[in-house]
């Protein structure tokens, strides 16, 4: 995939990633609901790892997406908010409170120092890592660490970490699960829904360019 550089890139970027997981959750609530009776349940615990795929795979999509955005705008990175700095001089701060060189000391402290005016260059390969458990605090962590408020998120933990990621994990670890058709299609609804409002939030930071400090 190209690099991420321009409004309309991230926007395609975005929607092309949305669209093919609202149509396979879609497709998922029609098998729950159209399967045989006998059939059911198996169909509702198969689609429950299913949901929570997309639910991680989104946001770790459209966080990276829009990190490679911001890396895009070329912007030195004292006219960056902290949380994007971080992701650029993060290994040298590892590396002033890991050695015990003074060169690599001074060396990273003179960076800090005066060079936080040249051109940001952010790591985004692996900078996302959603754990492969995307629990609420995780969930908080990587939306904090790409400047998402999480006020709005808040009230929906609770499904997040008990209807989503706790089902989740019983059935792939093989236990049994005894979840009814239409309490699937309540958490699909739910689960869409914050993806929705995720991919808005970034839509929204993009277009009031809140990745800079001074906004």
């Known amino acids: 995939m190209s690099k991420i550089k321009t ?36 169909v509702v615990r ?22 490679e955005y911001v890396n895009g705008q070329s912007l030195p990175y004292n006219e960056l908010k902290s949380c994007f700095i971080v992701f650029g001089v993060k290994k040298k701060i590892n590396d002033l409170v890991s050695s015990k060189n003074s060169a690599v000391s001074i060396s990273t402290l003179d960076f800090l120092r005066g060079e936080l005016n040249q051109r940001a260059n952010l790591k985004i390969e692996s900078a996302i890592r959603t754990e492969f458990n995307l629990s609420s605090k995780v969930f908080e962590n990587i939306a904090s660490s790409i400047g998402i408020n999480t006020a709005s998120y808040e009230s929906r933990y609770h499904l997040i970490d008990e209807s989503l990621l706790n089902r989740r994990n019983h059935i792939a670890h093989g236990e049994y699960l005894d979840i009814d058709t239409e309490g699937f299609r309540g958490l699909a609804d739910e689960i869409l829904n914050l993806l929705r409002t995720y991919k808005t939030d970034i839509e929204n930071s993009v277009s009031l360019e809140r990745y800079k400090i001074s906004a």
Not at 7 to 28: G, M, P
Request: glycine share 4%; no cysteine.
């Open 7 to 42: 409004k309309d890139q991230l926007q395609n970027s975005l929607d092309k990633d949305f669209a093919w997981r609202l149509k396979e959750i879609a497709n998922l609530k029609i098998a729950v609901r159209t399967s045989e009776n006998l059939s059911k349940k198996t």
């Open 46 to 67: 198969a689609a429950i790892p299913l949901l929570y795929g997309h639910w991680e795979g989104f946001i770790k999509k459209a966080s990276t997406y829009y990190l």
